[in-house]
């Protein structure tokens, strides 16, 4: 797990500028390589073959072919990928996935990603081709952004590493009403900063350096791959995908440790962990509010110590989070929405603070398993286009008794609302923002998508590529990283999530539970207690309460009231003053819209306003 740089022309004391930006990545160690056409900037995270032979940009030659790359990522099925390349006459000299995504390359060209099973983020400078070839794994877990001008082009593992050049700074505003108006997040491959995109999850690109062209497409496409299955729900099959999953995340020359907030997900993890290796020390981190309502200490607690593993905690206050929260800014470099990216942070400092390099996490289980209820609203609607009427009252019934509520059938009426109603109620909810904004980009199709699903299946299939995980990825990636921990996220295992979106809804939510699947086939390796919780808190943190504390309003309205915050042209100040007021006497929770501006606007100042 690395850093990677780079531009198409030769200047090494930019890309090394470029290394030092990111070197939170990789702390272990640092390379550079450069020549006429290009340079590659590299820091390391030693994971695999610790040996000074791991060192990149890494060279292989065959043939009279010699290839360099700089590479972050785990390639989980290398050995296996190296038995073969070696039957074809291929050598190695390390013991790293790295050298074998280059021999991969040498003997299948652009299609060696397809073979890959894991993530990545990696640039191929083919000197043979003279080309650089770009390539991002299937779901978009490790980042690579790029700048290009019709003439050069600049890559890097994290913005910031872009930004070392001396290119136009300037918010993209379209990307801004985006996340403002629709609450979407890393759904483009356009950023927050104008001209600086990312290569997209499941793409390909190619630069190549004579005729200065780029063009990138796409190798993977979800929908298409799950249309050509037809799976059955089976219990014991989703097991064996599963501790398959985990135990290929185990692979290490360090220690492994995990995540572990008390829901399903983690637990599930930290269970097949411990399944998998019955004996040795397993280190977990968790998150806590020890009194609060959202804390899950007793969840926690019961996995600890079913599973007999190292228990570590933390916590935060308003104190915290405003000593924090320009680092944090810095760290995700894109605007977020909630302080649960903060309480990701502060888990994996304490990872790094206990020796940890490597922790396994639950993300990408929701979007796969329908684990938000939410999700109930749009098969309720798949169950009432079916004219399965019948299940349709059971299913609601079964969720209010379970739930207490009927969310999600007020979800469902919506859902089923023609688009250009929902459009309208849609833009109630945004007062604060300025008319001007809105009109300005109201047509934008962001949101087109999501309106018009019909079907569970093609919500989680949209969760999965579009509204939900990218930006999930996003906030993990950046948060791990900035403490120098690599993340791996079993539940985004390729075979895994097109086997369980191949099947029927009933396999993922039924009876007013969600996560069926995932229940029945971890029965005997998931305490009871955590495979039938029906409740779900996620990874909450009291986000509405420290604006209520003095130190948390004197924060939130110092920024609201200055004069940086009432020129900006996407809000209106003084109602968003209106609704901070409300928010603190209690009048209506506001604190999700209140922190989406705070940090927008600080955003601004940070990366924007102060160059």
């Known amino acids: 797990m690395c850093g990677i ?24 160690d640092e390379g550079v390589y450069v020549d006429d056409n290009v340079s590659l900037g590299h820091v390391r995270l030693a994971i695999i073959d610790l040996s000074p032979k791991g060192h990149q940009p ?62 990545w983020a990696f640039v191929i400078y083919d000197k043979s081709k003279n080309i650089l070839f770009l390539s991002r794994d299937r779901f978009g877990i490790k980042p690579l952004y790029y700048y290009y001008d019709g003439k050069n082009i600049i890559f890097s593992s994290e913005i910031k590493g872009i930004l070392q050049h001396n290119i136009p700074r300037k918010p993209n505003d379209a990307v801004i009403f985006d996340f403002l108006y ?55 099959g989703f097991k064996d995908l599963f501790l398959r999953a985990v135990k290929m995340r185990l692979v290490a020359d360090v220690p492994v440790g995990s995540c572990l907030s008390g829901g399903l997900d983690s637990s599930s993890i930290v269970c097949a962990m411990r399944h998998l290796l019955p004996d040795g020390e397993i280190k977990v981190f968790s998150l806590v509010f020890p009194g609060k309502e959202i804390d899950e200490s007793k969840y926690q607690r019961i996995v600890v110590d079913e599973c007999r593993v190292s228990w570590y905690r933390t916590t935060f206050n308003v104190e915290d989070v405003l000593a924090d929260i320009i680092d944090l800014i810095r760290t995700q470099e894109e605007p977020f929405s909630t302080l649960s990216i903060y309480g990701q942070y502060r888990v994996m400092k304490l990872a790094r603070e206990n020796g940890m390099k490597v922790l396994l996490d639950g993300q990408g289980s929701d979007e796969i398993l329908a684990g938000y209820h939410y999700f109930f609203g749009y098969y309720f609607v798949e169950l009432l286009r079916k ?70 299946n093609e919500a989680l299939l949209l969760a999965e590529t579009y509204y939900s995980l990218p930006h999930l990825l996003r906030f993990e990636d950046k948060n791990a ?26 396999s993922k939510v039924s009876a007013g539970i969600t996560k069926v699947l995932l229940r029945k086939g971890l029965k005997g390796i998931l305490p009871d207690e955590i495979r039938n ?29 200055s004069e940086s915050f009432k020129k900006r042209p996407y809000w209106d100040y003084r109602k968003v003053l209106r609704m901070f007021e409300e928010h603190v006497s209690g009048k209506k929770n506001w604190s999700q819209e209140l922190w989406k501006v705070i940090i927008m606007e600080l955003w601004l100042r940070e990366w924007m306003d102060n160059g």
């Open 481 to 506: 990283m900035r403490w120098s921990i690599e993340s791996r996220v079993p539940f985004c295992d390729h075979e895994l999530v097109e086997y369980v979106l191949s099947l029927p809804p009933e």
């Open 5 to 28: 740089n780079g531009f198409s022309w030769g200047d090494e004391e930019l890309v090394k500028r470029m290394n030092d930006a990111i070197r939170h990545r990789g702390p272990d």
């Open 182 to 236: 629709y609450n979407l997040l890393d759904h483009t491959e356009d950023t927050f900063f104008e001209g600086i995109k990312r290569l997209m999850p499941g793409y390909n690109a190619v630069f190549d350096l004579n005729t200065r062209k780029f063009e990138a497409w796409k190798y993977y496409d979800l929908r298409e791959r799950i249309e050509k299955r037809k799976e059955i729900s089976d219990p014991q």
């Open 58 to 119: 890494m060279k292989y030659e065959k043939d009279g072919k010699e290839v360099w790359i700089v590479y972050n990522g785990e390639i989980y099925n290398f050995m296996e990928i190296r038995k073969e390349l070696e039957e074809k006459g291929y050598t190695f000299t390390s013991n790293t996935d790295t050298e074998v995504i280059l021999a991969a390359y040498l003997e299948w060209g652009f299609d060696c990603v397809e073979r890959f099973n894991g993530m």
């Open 533 to 561: 919780r029906a409740s779900k808190v996620g990874f909450a943190t009291p986000d509405k309460d420290i604006l209520k504390t003095n130190e948390g309003q004197k924060f939130a309205l110092a920024v609201i009231d």
């Open 387 to 456: 004219f399965k009427w019948g299940k349709l009252l059971r299913e609601i019934l079964a969720y209010k008794r379970i739930h207490g509520s009927l969310v999600p059938l007020k979800n469902m009426v919506l859902y089923i609302l023609p688009v250009w109603v929902t459009k309208r109620l849609w833009r109630r909810r945004f007062p604060y923002l300025r008319e001007e904004f809105i009109e300005k980009f109201k047509k934008r199709p962001s949101k087109e998508l999501i309106w018009k699903i019909k079907t569970l």
